[in-house]
């Protein structure tokens, strides 16, 4: 039977130990985030071959987290009565909440470490996870680590403890942990790093956004009360309350800062895109801000040549939500037909420089697992999917770019023109699986457009069942002790997940450790399958080209997933009662086909291969 329950302080994993023995996480979605590996099991495969000691499958009587929600507090009660009870600490991992996909790296937090998991297939085919600690002086001197957040460019990661900065730059993550191609830098001298107390992170391209709370307020990693409506400005002295800082990526000190804005209290959640940054206050407070670099409105900070600027306030949102509190929010690149200069109306990408509009949308995804798409303009926000635990919008250079080959859509094209490109998906998980939702189809933009009639007061609350619970893409699935921390982004991308194991290396009287492994689902079948079952087979073929052309290891297989998928799709859709009167198969199952034949190496043993699993 159970023999103790204990939630992680973030609510997000609820962590069981048995009076029989042995002890795993679940996390909301139902998935085993860890668990105690059985003794001589080499500690949950992975390359993980450390056998575990005897004693971490004892009974377990009761459990706590710290409150840092990365480390777990185990007593097992006495074997007998000659013996005493023993108290055990296991130190876990932890995603860092991103509503943003990184560019090839997935990073999860411990306390005193990153876990880096790329993209790129190390030699047993499986993704490479390797682990990289910041220089033992800081660690030691602002355990525990709280704060993470990776650079757009997929190369740097920004790290905070309970006190200063640390950066690190990865190099080519080729020699798993302690890789020497890892950099650290630390935030100026040790009287500097005491003076910043991080509460949030974020990046934009060569610049960390920094939010430092202020003298008397809570140390790095605080969380506003969410439950709480916001407090009116403080009349004490202007010190005491947080600043959002820009720091260049070159010069990590206080020489370095390339602009500061006062705030009026801690956000609850931060995002930065496109030269842009965006902070949510409790309950339901925006603020939308632009860097502009001295001499050049509304660039975003490079290097080393960054010059000093200002944040200049774009949008003030104050909305009189009732649903939920917010979790987390990303500016969004979806189509924006605005007003330009000349009166007429123009589709553009939201964020790109060219018009150099602020962004019109924003990805806000609140407790309770409701996902909506906040208009910046109205305030309205429109309710997309429910049950979500996590989201990935696709990096913003990407998205921007591909952005204004769906303007070129919208307005029309000339005949035999090649299609435009596809707007990268959005990825949501949740209890029921992994789903694709593409911007540009009936997923995202259609709930905003279905929506953009209603008065902000309707349109502001995302609750759970606004929009029935999000079904899941099958290709997607992992097993029960996989949990999702990213996607690789690109046609030939991959959904990223990480399995935990808590191991006790044997004859090693220290603490049991977790052993991280990871594994990957390519998504190539289900945007292939999603575009054709909308008609869209000159863009799914397009997107097929790209991704064989850039040699993706999965791509037969994806193929192969694609007419099997579509074979089962048209078995259930029709029956074989209805199909036995007629000789026409799914148009599902004929496009699929008509598009696996555009590759004539891998169409013959990829039929072969769907006929013997069917």
């Given amino acids: 039977p159970v023999a103790a329950l204990a939630w992680s302080p973030c609510g997000g ?17 139902g998935v085993r985030g860890f668990a105690s590996a059985p003794p001589g099991s080499g500690g949950g495969g992975g390359g993980a071959d450390a056998p575990v000691a005897p004693g971490l499958e004892a009974p377990v009587a009761s459990l706590a987290w710290s409150s840092s929600g990365g480390r777990l507090l185990i007593l097992q009660p006495p074997a007998d009565a000659s013996s005493p009870a023993r108290l055990l600490e296991l130190a876990l991992a932890r995603a860092i909440p991103s509503l943003r996909a990184g560019p090839g790296v997935s990073t999860i937090l411990a306390d005193d470490r990153l876990v880096l998991v790329s993209d790129a297939a190390s030699p047993n085919g499986q993704p490479q996870v390797s682990e990289t600690r910041p220089p033992a002086a800081y660690v030691d001197a602002n355990w525990p680590l709280r704060l993470a957040a990776a650079a757009p460019d997929g190369r740097h990661v920004a790290v905070a403890g309970r006190r200063g900065l640390a950066l690190l730059a990865t190099g080519n993550r080729g020699g798993g942990p302690g890789d020497p191609a890892d950099r650290w830098r630390l935030f100026g001298d040790v009287a500097q790093e005491r003076g910043l107390a991080v509460a949030a992170l974020a990046w934009l391209p060569g610049a960390v956004v920094v939010v430092a709370a202020g003298e008397g307020a809570p140390g790095a990693g605080a969380v506003a009360d969410t439950q709480q409506p916001p407090a009116p400005p403080s009349s004490s002295s202007s010190s005491s309350r947080p600043d959002l ?23 609850v959640a931060l995002d930065a895109a496109g030269g842009h940054v965006l902070a949510a206050f409790a309950p339901m407070d925006l603020l939308l801000l632009r860097y502009e670099a001295c001499g050049a409105a509304g660039a975003a900070p490079g290097d080393a040549s960054s010059a000093p600027g ?119 998980y949740g209890p029921s699986g992994t789903r694709m939702l593409l911007p540009d189809g009936g997923d995202v933009r259609a709930a905003c457009g279905a929506r953009a009639v209603a008065t902000p007061a309707t349109t502001t609350t995302t609750s759970a069942s606004a929009t029935p619970c999000m079904p899941s893409d099958p290709e997607l699935e992992f097993d029960g002790e996989v949990h999702p921390v990213g996607v690789s982004p690109g046609p030939a991308g991959s959904l990223v997940g990480v399995r935990q194991r808590a191991v006790r290396p044997a004859g090693a009287p220290s603490m049991p450790l977790f052993v991280a492994a990871a594994a990957t689902q390519p998504t190539l079948s289900v945007l292939l399958r999603r575009l054709l079952s909308a008609g869209r087979a000159a863009e799914a073929g397009a997107v097929a080209d790209a991704a064989a052309a850039s040699g993706a290891p999965h791509f037969a297989r994806s193929l ?29 199952l004929t496009a699929a086909t008509d598009l696996a034949r555009r590759f004539p190496a891998a169409f013959a043993d990829m039929i072969v291969a769907v006929a013997r699993k069917t």
């Fill in 310 to 428: 200002r944040l200049v306030a774009v949008r003030e949102l104050s909305i009189l939500a009732s649903g939920p509190p917010v979790r987390a929010v990303a500016l969004a690149s979806l189509p924006d037909t605005r007003r330009g200069a000349d009166g007429g109306l123009a589709t553009v990408a939201a964020g790109t420089g060219s018009t150099h509009l602020p962004p019109a949308h924003a990805a806000v995804l609140r407790y309770g697992g409701g996902l909506g798409v906040l208009d910046l303009d109205t305030g309205a926000e429109a309710p997309v999917a429910s049950g979500v635990e996590s989201v990935w919008l696709p990096p913003w250079e990407e998205a921007a770019e591909e952005g204004e080959g769906e303007g070129r859509r919208d307005g029309g094209g000339e005949a035999g023109a090649p299609p435009p490109p596809v707007s990268p998906p959005w990825w949501a």
């Fill in 245 to 267: 800082r820009l720091y260049s990526r070159s010069r990590l000190d206080p020489t370095g800062l390339l602009a500061s804005r006062r705030l009026a209290r801690l956000p």
């Fill in 13 to 29: 994993t609820l962590a069981v130990g048995w009076a029989g023995g042995g002890l795993c996480g679940w996390s909301v979605a």
């Fill in 560 to 588: 192969e997933w694609l007419v099997a998928a579509a074979l089962v799709a048209g078995g259930e859709g029709g029956g074989r009662g209805a199909a036995a009167d007629t000789a026409t198969p799914p148009p599902l």
